[in-house]
Structure formats: C-alpha cells, structure tokens
C-alpha cells in the first residue's frame, strides 16, 4: 500500500518532472551533485550499501554519478586490461533510472536501504525486454528472446528501487551444459578470477562474484542448485548466501531444478547481502514453494548482531574434509578458537549419521537432469519470443551443434553431455524415488539428525565443502571470507584457467535447518565483525579498477 501511495503521489507530479527532465541537458543534471569540499567519498571496491546510500542521502553524489563511475569500472577490467569477462551486458536504461530516482529521493524520500543502489544479476536473471537487456543464460539459443516479465526477484528490486546494472557472466546454462570450466559462456566468453591471474572464478554465479569481489556494482545476486552462490562466493572472498529453497521465488529464472534452485545475494558484507535479501525474500504465487516459507519474512538487518554468536552451539561435521586444502583446514581450525572466544560452544566433531550412505548416492544428478529437461522446455514455451527457434531442450542441443564456433568452442568448450543426458530422461518412479531420497538423506537424516544429535544451533565447516548436504536438502548456508592460500602457494596451469594459486580466497560456511537464515546470518555478522578477513587481501593490481565517484561528480 504504501509503495502504491507513493505510485500516485509520483503520477499527480509527473508535469513537473517532465518539464524539470526537458529543461536538463544531460542525466546527471537531475538533480545535481552537491559539490562539497573536502568530502571523502567511499571507496567503491569496498564500498557498503549504508555508506553509499549515506552519500547519496547527504547529496554528495547521486545515483547517476554511481552508475556513471560503476559503468567506468567495468569498461576499465571487463574486456581490456585484466578482461576478467565478469559482465556480459550493461543496462541500456541505467542512467534514465538512475536520474529518476535521483529526483524522487529530492522530492519524496527514498524508498528504502536500496533506493538509488546499483546491483547486477546473473544473466539466468530475467529482466523487462523493453528496458533492453537480454537473458540468456549465456547462450546465444536465448539471444534476443523476450521474457514476459521481470523474474520476480528482480521486481521486488526494482520495487524497492534498485538499479539493475547489467547482466553478470555465468557458467552457461548455470553450468549444466557438460564439463566445461567454471564462468565459460558462449556470449560472455571465459571469466576469470580478480585474485589468481587467469585463476577459476568458480561458477556458476561467477560473474556475480567477480563483479561485486572489486566493486563493478554495490552487490549482485547469484542462483544456487548446488553451489552456484557459495563457491564463486568462497573463491571471490565475499558473503554469500545460499536461501532455503522457497525463501526466495524462481519465477522468471532460467531454471535446472525446481527441487534445488534458489536466488540469493552475494555481496561485500554480511550487511549488505542481508540488505539484499530482506527485499528479495518472499511469497509469490507462480513459484508455490514460496507458499512454504513463514508467513512473514524477517527484516534480516535485525541479525546483525556483534554477540550473535554468545550461547550458540555449532557443530563441525569433520568427514566431509577430507577433500579440503590442508591450508583452509589450518585456517578453519585456527577460526575456532575465534568462535570460541565469541562465546559458542564447538562440539568437534559432529558428523552426519548417514555421512557414507550420503556420500555415496548419485540421486542427485537423477533429479537434476530428470527437472532439466521438465524445467527448461515450460521456461523456453514461457517466452513471447524467441528469435532462434528453439522450443525445447532437443533443440538447444541442436542449435550448439550447428552453432559450435560460437558455443562448442575448442579445446575447452566443446561438451554438452549434460544436456544429452537430461534429454534421455523420463518422469518415472525412479525419479520420484531419487526425490525422496535425497530429502531423506540431505534433511531428515543428513543436517536435521545432525543438529538434533548433537543439540547444535548450526553446523560449521570450510565453505569449499558446504554445498552438497543443503542442495539436496534445500536447506540454507551463509560463507563469510576466512583467509587466502599462501604466497608460496604453486600456480596451476591455465587450462584454461588455474584451479589454484597464491592469494586464492576461501571461506568459511554456517549451515543451518530450513528457514534459519535469520540466525545464521547473526553467526556470519558476529565472525566477519571479530576478524575483518576481507580486506586483509585485495586483488591483484591489474584487476582493481581505478575509476572512484572523485572521478565523475561534477563532470
């Protein structure tokens, strides 16, 4: 109601802003920066969503001057110098905007913590034809196609008054095409890491975690079926949340698994990705998983809690490391007795009681590619148009053979096995037993028997390891930065990117029963608050942009 008000108050002043609009001779003109001396301006690599929505409060830049400085950024490292390939597509409609809620901050107030703050979306995202962006999936099969709506995601953000930025590179298809390397896609090309040179960004939310790691955007929202959010987050040193399945709804998004997809933020703080959340979670009749979530959503700001972590017990469910580096298990151990001295008890360790038998199932991938196949062809029979034909996924496998210089790109590129097997399957009492099962294993007796087992608040482990248990489970994560891979650490061959090298980031990952965002992001906030990890590595020289707000206001 209230947005609705403001809707009508905005339509009895449209005269006014028409003539205010005709009389300016550029966007930034409406309304002006306040040039003030001596102002600091927040450093926009680092830069929190309350610091720039305190300048843009103060009147000492405006969202046109964001757009134009975040724009300048990209151009700086997306495909010259570094050519990280972390944005795929700007918006087209930004700086029109941005100039429009300039002037309805001057002349009603913003809206809310977003207003005026621009963020990218994985380009799995889908975003209004008209306004001028494309949603692919990285694909040039999407090339052009028209959505019949924002995916609801984005138009809770647009409601609250986001800006959305561009459209971030992905793994293609959110990397279920076949084996091909993390943040590869036919339109946006090879992503790479801002912190290992040619480095794996991780995937398949990877742009979005390069973008936000060096401050292309103020945050950007990722998917996760089954590490999508918290692996690029893990390797691109930000927080990353991974909601419950159903806190957030997967209208409009380019999907895998109706069982396992999720939309959430990823972001330089855990403020800031709570920031986020708080507007993007919520019910929403086309996706009727939503219908599960409580009946109301928490402000998850209120989570931010530097004693968040007094009387909490976490357990660390040790089986699942040992595929872990031995330098994060060192970091992870040493975090402890951080932890500790935050006021939890550890209970170490606190393994699953199904751990071997979870360990050794393959229905996963029986439920992923069975949904696939189900998912996309209603996602592609959705869109009002689609310019290259294709209808169903027989024909996007079709279309990358008769497309392969663009899409099965040697030597790396070339596979899409994982198209061909989800195509070969079938709805049949086999999937809906895989169903089951992974509900059972993942929930029931997998991270639910755990945390009832041990009477733990949550379960605590390296980021690298967290995905797979809360995927089949649907249930959430948070990863905060932890440390960095020492110097002396040996660089990978590129092939074509390297899987490790020095000053790779990793973190550390809060895992939790269904809905209990709101708890873990108080464990996340109250870690990050005592250790400060993030800034105690930056990227490497070559991929910081160095255009700052100093640079376009004014001008």
């Known amino acids: ?233 893990n390797m691109n040193n930000l927080v990353g949340i991974k909601p419950t399945v159903g806190l957030t709804s997967r209208a409009g998004v380019v999907p895998i698994s109706v069982h396992q997809d999720t939309i959430g933020p990823m972001a330089r703080s855990v403020a800031d990705a709570a920031t986020v959340l708080s507007v993007i979670a919520g019910r929403d009749p086309r996706d009727n998983f939503t219908l599960a979530q409580p009946p109301v959503v928490p402000d998850y700001t209120k989570a931010l809690k530097p004693d968040g972590l007094k009387g909490v017990r976490l357990g660390v469910p040790r089986k699942f490391f040992t595929r872990v580096n031995v330098n994060i298990v060192a970091a992870f151990n040493a975090s402890l007795d951080t932890i500790r001295a935050l006021g939890a008890t550890i209970v170490d360790p606190a393994d699953f009681p199904d751990f071997a038998e979870l360990e050794a199932s393959r229905n996963e991938s029986i439920v992923t590619q069975t949904d696939f196949k189900v998912d996309i062809n209603q996602y592609i029979s959705e869109l009002l148009s689609v310019p290259t034909g294709v209808r169903d996924l027989a024909d996007l496998i079709a279309f990358n053979i008769a497309h392969a210089s663009e899409e099965l790109v040697p030597p790396f590129w070339t596979d899409q096995s994982e198209f061909i097997s989800s195509e070969n399957t079938t709805v049949n009492q086999a999937f809906f037993d895989a169903v089951a099962a992974d509900k059972d294993l993942g929930a029931t007796r997998g991270i639910d028997a755990t945390l009832k087992e041990f009477d733990l608040d949550a379960l605590l482990l390296p980021s690298a390891v967290a995905p797979g248990p809360a995927a089949i489970a649907g249930y959430p994560i948070i990863t905060v930065p932890l440390g960095f891979l020492p110097p002396n650490t040996t660089l990978a061959p590129a092939q074509p990117t390297r899987s490790s090298g020095p000053n790779q980031p990793f973190g550390i990952a809060f895992m939790g029963t269904a809905f209990s965002e709101f708890d873990l992001i108080s464990f996340a906030f109250a870690y990050e608050q005592a250790t400060h990890n993030r800034l105690k590595m930056l990227a490497f020289p070559a991929a910081i942009p160095k255009t700052q707000l100093a640079d376009v206001v004014g001008r």
């Open 1 to 233: 109601m209230a947005f609705a008000r403001r809707s009508v108050h905005l339509c009895l002043l449209a005269a006014w802003v028409l003539l205010l609009a005709l009389g300016c001779s550029s966007y930034g003109q409406t309304p002006r920066s306040k040039v003030v001396d001596n102002v600091k301006f927040p450093d926009l690599y680092e830069a929190s969503i309350a610091e720039l929505q305190d300048g843009l409060e103060k009147g000492h830049f405006t969202s046109v001057d964001l757009v134009k400085a975040y724009f300048a950024r990209i151009d700086e490292v997306n495909l010259q110098g570094a050519t990280l390939r972390a944005v795929i597509e700007t918006n087209p409609s930004a700086l029109r905007q941005a100039a429009e809620l300039d002037l309805e901050r001057r002349l009603i107030g913003p809206r809310g913590p977003l207003h005026g703050i621009p963020i990218l979306l994985k380009d799995n995202i889908a975003t209004l034809h008209s306004e001028g962006m494309n949603t692919t999936a990285g694909s040039f099969a999407l090339l052009g196609s028209v959505v019949p709506r924002d995916a609801h995601v984005a138009a809770r953000l647009r409601a609250a008054g986001t800006i959305l930025l561009g459209k971030a590179n992905l793994s293609e298809w959110a990397h279920f095409r076949g084996n091909v390397p993390s943040g590869f896609s036919g339109r946006g090309g090879q992503a790479t890491s801002p912190y290992v040179p040619l480095g794996d960004p991780s995937g398949s939310s990877s742009g979005s975690g390069i973008g936000t790691a060096i401050g292309l955007a103020a945050a950007a929202l990722g998917t996760e079926t089954d590490g999508s959010i918290i692996s690029p987050s």
